[in-house]
DNA sequence: GGATCCCGCCAAACA
DNA sequence: TGTTTGGCGGGATCC
């Protein structure tokens, strides 16, 4: 490979004519169809190559391509796809052509650089299907037909599928042929994708990136690009994994081969750099840089750099065709910069959700305490409205039935040989977190129900999560479930496994949260990476300020605010819902961190029913429900407030330092606030309750519950009695009200701890540390208080971004 | 002149 | 051995 890089390329026409039979000329057809996107692609078939420079563009002459182009084959086609008929075609390609005719044919007749470029082809490419598929459609891509169809080489077809793949739009199935799933999954890929860049501390990487841009510390050939490379924790080893869903695990192993480097990873990649940065801005630069950090510190040159800065624009090309992204620009010191921002759906892990609940009740809880009339701050009136919203979600909201997929259990047991190894009691664990994946995260277009999609189901009939099992000699390794709601099985290849053998400081560390800590069993001892405690710790606090409490989680809680205490309640509650049901053999599991230098991270993110030899019934509907209520209430992650709007708080507190505080087995499998650690608390608060009238006042204040629910103001956990049968639950009156008692009891949680200390509203806002640190609350001068501006985000660096 | 990215060579992977 | 897949970078075009 390296000779290849090195080897000066000749072109050599005559022999591309003949290896790639697609490829055309410019001709004047090609120009209809890529200055009229509208125009159907099918409508445009391939002009032999031959005639070409003899056929001179006339009237006559594209009508011929026009008529041939509504030929049976190409017009069942279309009727297949129920998208048109060959005398709209026809009708509409006239109309296109007439168009085109008006001005001046000649030069028009000459495909300009940009009708022919990735986003529009990208386009016509996504014309062809529907956003959401459905089992009555055709959803199988033949590459040779459809680059025949757009007219292009079947290379720039890869480069598109290649694109939809990292997205999990398509999937390949078999040589030549791909299926189309549209944007079903589409949330829960940017979720895993967001969770994954996280754990690879991707927003750190930018911030260091930006910094050394700052300080002119970075340049090409200077040997501080080693060491920020090295400072990114970028080798070999942090060498890409492709992070998959479950059912759409790769299909040849060929798609594993090229790793790293491959277009879908670069797209991955550069998707988790929007989904964690703030603002959801990033230039091509920094992503290069990233993502040339991540191969070889002396791929830091300027060719990789042009190189990768190529695939960038690649990627960009066909996520902003998808609608994901935006080119924009950033002003900088050494002017502008290209730059991509991120217009795709807001991607909420379920901390993030978390938080944003615990920001809320704190806001709406206590507007009045000691400080007051808060002015409100746009993105308040943003929460508020959320809240609204979300309060429309649970009286009107269809029963977001639980994608629910009867091959789940038989996926599961259908593991391969090395599953076998997993005890039984993480499967168990798995199968519970499984419940939990379908938390919803924002999105602005109305998803379709996570039913089982039917784009999935050729695929769902392997064995969840398997990977290439039959051929391809993998090491699975499950892990836990996230809290960003997506689970993980990670696969490492043999022949990468001894590299995590031993420890090396060089890894990048992947913390795995505290819930996961808990629970984490020793699946393959020869695979997995187990490193103690306090090495992880100090290297995840040495290196990520804001993932310090991550650390705590896992050590002896000292001295902590309020806050932190309440937070860490919180998520202890979480935590030992883990704890409980795994509690048979709880000694067994190690705390430990597991790092994964290498592999194939699968999401884990169905519903699983059934097989759940511990649980009891009741367990059962309560962890089922879990899903069900996220969905459903305001408080248990559902509220639709925009990342940036997180961001803008600034909020730090993601991971939480838990408490080991046991529930009884009832509260937890009945509590569906379970799934939302904010709202997790012991009942081991010794604060008072407020009266439940001011409480019910408030809450209805505040729009949290309608104006006839009382709450009760018994802040004790309560078994709810909830259906055993989410997916066939109504959303009758008696279920809102359910819900909606939920919630009350959510806040009142909330409120039992944070009646404790006016800190526990100001802790929200702060960072851990560092110049955009603000105390959030200040009096202003007229004596009433506001949140103040030092509270929004201040971003280190000016970015002036303007639409291109 | 830098930004953008088309184009197709050619090697790895696969059948 | 032929085909599929896709990494890669030259260099054309755009701005």
């Not at 991707?202 to 080693?226: A, L, P, S, V, W």
């Not at 002003?331 to 910069?337: D, I, T, V």
């Not at 209805?700 to 629910?709: F, K, M, R, S, T």
Request: hydrophobic share 30%.
């Amino acid at each position: 490979l390296e000779g290849k890089k090195t080897t000066s390329r000749r072109r050599r026409p005559y022999r591309s004519v003949l290896k790639t039979p697609l490829k055309q000329a410019a001709t004047s057809h090609s120009v209809l169809t890529e200055i009229q996107p509208d125009c159907q692609p099918l409508t445009t078939p391939p002009k032999p190559k031959e005639i070409l420079p003899a056929d001179p563009w006339t009237p006559t002459s594209n009508l011929k391509i026009l008529i041939s182009a509504a030929s049976p084959e190409i017009r069942n086609r279309e009727q297949r796809r129920e998208l048109s008929n060959s005398t709209s075609e026809v009708l509409q390609a006239k109309h296109c052509l007439q168009e085109h005719l008006s001005g001046d044919e000649y030069e028009k007749s000459q495909p300009s650089r940009k009708e022919k470029s990735l986003g529009l082809l990208c386009h016509k490419f996504l014309a062809r299907y529907p956003d959401y598929s459905s089992t009555a459609e055709n959803n199988y891509i033949c590459l040779d037909e459809v680059a025949e169809e757009l007219n292009v080489e079947r290379r720039r077809i890869y480069d598109i599928v290649n694109v939809l793949e990292s997205l999990h739009m398509v999937s390949r199935l078999a040589k030549n042929k791909y299926v189309w799933h549209g944007r079903h999954n589409l949330s829960k890929t940017l979720q895993a994708l967001k969770k994954v860049g996280e754990d690879n501390k991707y927003t750190q990487q930018i911030q260091m990136i930006k910094k050394r841009e700052y300080e002119h510390e970075f340049d090409f050939d200077g040997e501080r690009n080693e060491e920020m490379a090295r400072s990114l924790g970028s080798n070999e080893h942090s060498e890409m994994s492709f992070v998959e869903l479950p059912g759409m695990e790769f299909r040849a192993a060929s798609v594993n081969s090229r790793k790293d480097k491959s277009l879908r990873v670069m797209s991955q990649k550069f998707v988790m750099l929007f989904l964690v940065s703030t603002p959801q801005i990033v230039s091509l630069e920094v992503a290069a840089k990233i993502l040339i950090g991540e191969d070889q510190l002396e791929d830091l040159d300027k060719s990789k750099f042009k190189t990768k800065i190529r695939r960038l624009y690649d990627i960009a090309n066909v996520l902003s065709s998808l609608g994901l992204i935006e080119k924009v620009h950033v002003a900088e010191e050494r002017g502008r910069k290209p730059a991509f921002k991120w217009t795709g759906p807001e991607v909420l892990t379920d901390s993030q959700e978390s938080i944003t609940s615990k920001e809320q009740c704190s806001k709406n809880l206590f507007p009045s305490r000691g400080k007051q009339n808060f002015t409100r701050h746009p993105s308040l009136i943003k929460l508020v409205r959320s809240i609204e919203n979300d309060r429309r979600k649970i009286q009107s909201a269809p029963t977001s039935p639980v994608k629910i997929s009867a091959s789940t259990d038989q996926n599961l047991s259908a593991f391969p040989s090395k599953m076998a190894q997993v005890p039984a009691m993480a499967k168990h664990q798995l199968e519970g977190q499984s419940n939990n994946l379908s938390s919803p995260e924002v999105v602005p277009k109305p998803d379709l129900p996570h039913t089982t999609a039917p784009s999935q189901q050729p695929v769902l009939t392997q064995p969840l999560g398997v990977g290439p099992l039959s051929h391809s000699p993998v090491s699975p390794v499950m892990l836990p479930q996230t809290p960003s709601g997506v689970s993980y099985a990670i696969y490492l290849h043999p022949s990468q496994a001894h590299t995590v053998t031993t420890y090396s400081p060089s890894f990048m560390l992947q913390p795995l949260p505290c819930t996961n800590v808990t629970e984490i069993k020793s699946i393959n001892s020869k695979v997995l990476n187990r490193i103690t405690t306090e090495e992880g710790d100090n290297q995840i606090a040495k290196d990520d300020p804001t993932k310090s409490s991550t650390a705590k989680e896992r050590s002896t809680i000292k001295s902590e605010t309020s806050s932190q205490q309440c937070l860490k309640r919180s998520q202890a509650l979480q935590d030992s819902n883990l704890i409980k049901r795994c509690r048979s053999d709880e000694e067994s599991l190690d705390t430990s961190l597991t790092f994964f230098p290498s592999g194939y991270l699968i999401a884990l993110t169905q519903c699983t029913h059934g097989n759940k030899a511990g649980f009891s019934n009741k367990e059962k509907a309560g962890v089922c429900s879990l899903q069900h209520t996220t969905y459903s209430s305001p408080i248990a992650g559902v509220i639709p407030v925009t990342a940036s709007e997180l961001n803008t708080v600034n909020i730090p507190a993601f991971h939480i330092t838990p408490l080991n505080i046991m529930l009884s087995p009832t509260s937890i499998a009945a509590a569906p606030v379970l799934s939302n650690p904010c709202l997790n608390s012991s009942n081991t608060s010794s604060a008072q309750n407020p009266s439940s009238s001011l409480l019910n006042f408030t809450l209805q204040h505040v729009g949290l519950i309608p104006a006839g629910v009382q709450v009760p103001a018994n802040p004790v956990l309560q078994h709810v009695p909830v259906s055993s049968q989410p997916e066939n639950v109504s959303h009758s009156s008696e279920n809102r009200n359910l819900q909606e008692e939920k919630v009350s009891k959510n806040i009142l949680q909330l409120l039992d701890r944070g009646t404790k200390s006016q800190t526990v509203t100001e802790n929200f806002f702060r960072t851990p540390g560092g110049p955009n640190t603000v105390s959030s609350l200040s009096a202003n001068s007229d004596g009433t208080d506001r949140i103040s501006q030092g509270t929004l985000y201040i971003p280190q660096r000016k970015l002036e971004v303007s639409e291109d």
